[in-house]
């Protein structure tokens, strides 16, 4: 196990180019097993969950070939239509292998997702939908064994849960739809960007998808679907993180390159009201953001896309850690998502979490600290902390940020930041 030494206060200045997204990539790879011609996947980002996902893939039997962001994959007939509780437990987002597997095998064996420390994430809505299309599920062994002897049918699924529609879920739902007899009509399904970016994918794939992007997605069933070529969008979670970066005290003004303002607006919106200057190019596609003049506290209520997206609170809890004045953020999605609060708090932060809500008083500087990382953007908004606390903050359980951060170390250096990953001896020791 690694951990990552930031050496805080040093100033942050210069360009960083954003990467393919994870979120999009993870269902998009998943979806190469809808056919058994090659698909050819630009900007995969690679993160430790994509090498997962990839890695599944392989073992399932699809050969994959990765250079430098492109991923090749190729599905033939006959692969598998389990996969091991091994190859799984690593990552919560292989449940999106559970969609295509249906459509193309009618057929799967998953195991049962457990908890995880942002909450427990169920797994009800996407079993709901795939029984909805005519799918049997059974629990046996800690694995989900669902089969449809007679093929997928389309239906009208409505998607929301407690929390609102369910991002993976409805990506699910999609995939499993493509090839189903019939049409397909999603309610209240996700509207994230990278929904709509799986859509385009299977559409390039010769799928019928309308709507996605919208409430309602309607998904006309074809026969077969064939290979094709496909770049994913930009990562708007580490582009936003970037952008929490850039208006940090230690920044002279960055530049973000690769980014798409449209996915960009609650997280842009809420900087700017905060104080700080965020200026994009005529296209939208490259972002400067500084420091204001007059920072203010800010509010965050979480809520799915158009909403402020959950996985962007915890780095700006960071920076509200070091803003003058009050500032509350309300999880709504995850409400136990607040485990990095306990650990700025090591570094002098003045927060207070109760019912899913945290209230940060801005104090005027953090001090470094050794700090656990407990999730993945929790680690974010530690790396962030750390690059404004003065002396040095040694962040544990890195693994946590390799999951979705290409090349976060080099970044940082490249914009002056002074960090150092070296083996952790006392990381892997209780690890989970
Ligand atoms: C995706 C993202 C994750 C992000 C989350 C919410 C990926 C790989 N991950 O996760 O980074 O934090 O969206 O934007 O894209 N729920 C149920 N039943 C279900 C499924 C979900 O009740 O069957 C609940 C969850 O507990 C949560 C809410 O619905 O409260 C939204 O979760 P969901 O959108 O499904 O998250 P993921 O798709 O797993």
């Known amino acids: 196990m690694d951990k990552l030494i930031v050496e805080g206060g040093h100033r942050l200045s210069g360009t960083v180019n954003i990467s393919g997204s994870k979120n999009a990539s993870l269902p998009i790879l998943a979806a190469a097993l809808l056919t058994d011609e090659p698909v050819r996947i630009s900007r995969v980002p690679d993160v430790s969950d994509t090498n997962y996902m990839i890695q599944i893939l392989s073992q399932l039997g699809a050969s994959v070939e990765r250079s430098s962001g492109t991923v090749r994959i190729e599905s033939p007939d006959g692969i598998s239509s389990s996969a091991s509780y091994e190859q799984v437990r690593k990552m919560r987002a292989s449940i999106c292998l559970l969609g295509p597997m249906m459509a193309r095998m009618k057929r799967c064996t998953l195991p049962l997702p457990g908890g995880c420390v942002i909450g427990d994430r169920p797994v009800d809505l996407h079993l709901r939908a795939i ?13 989900m064994v669902i089969e449809a002897p007679n093929g997928l ?25 493509v090839l189903a007899k019939g049409t397909t009509i999603i309610e209240s399904a996700a509207r994230e960007p990278e929904v709509v970016d799986l859509a385009n994918f299977l559409n390039k794939m010769g799928a019928r998808i309308e709507g996605a992007g919208s409430r309602t997605i309607t998904i006309h069933g074809v026969e077969k679907l064939h290979g094709c070529e496909h770049t994913v969008i930009p990562d708007r979670i580490e582009a936003g993180t970037f952008m929490v970066a850039g208006v940090m005290n230690v920044s002279d003004g960055l530049t973000l390159n690769r980014v798409c303002r449209e996915h960009m607006k609650s997280i842009s919106d809420l900087l700017v009201e905060c104080g700080h200057v965020v200026e994009y190019n005529e296209d939208g596609t490259s972002v400067f953001v500084k420091p204001g003049e007059r920072p203010r506290s800010g509010k965050i209520l ?18 509200f ?25 090591r570094m002098g932060a003045n927060i207070k979490v109760d019912s899913g809500t945290a209230i940060i008083t801005g104090v005027e500087g953090l001090s470094g600290a050794p700090v656990m990382a407990s999730d993945l953007r ?21 693994y946590h940020i390799d999951r979705g951060y290409e090349m976060l170390d080099d970044k940082l250096e490249l914009l002056g930041a002074r960090v150092k990953r070296v083996l952790d001896e006392a990381g892997s020791v209780g690890e989970d």
């Open 378 to 398: 929790a680690s974010a908004a530690l790396v962030l902390a750390a690059l404004a606390a003065e002396g040095t903050t040694d962040i544990h359980r890195l």
């Open 321 to 345: 850690a070091l803003t003058p004045g009050i500032s509350v953020v309300k999880d709504t999605i995850f409400p136990q998502r607040f485990m990095h609060c306990s650990e700025l708090k």
């Open 153 to 177: 049918v389309g239906t009208t699924v409505d998607m929301r849960g407690d929390s609102g529609p369910t991002v993976l879920g409805t990506d699910n739902l999609m995939m499993a739809a």
């Open 131 to 143: 029984q909805a299309l005519g799918a049997r599920v059974r629990v046996k062994g800690g694995n």
């Open 302 to 319: 979480t809520n799915p896309y158009p909403g402020y997206p959950t996985d962007m609170q915890a780095q700006m809890t960071a920076l």
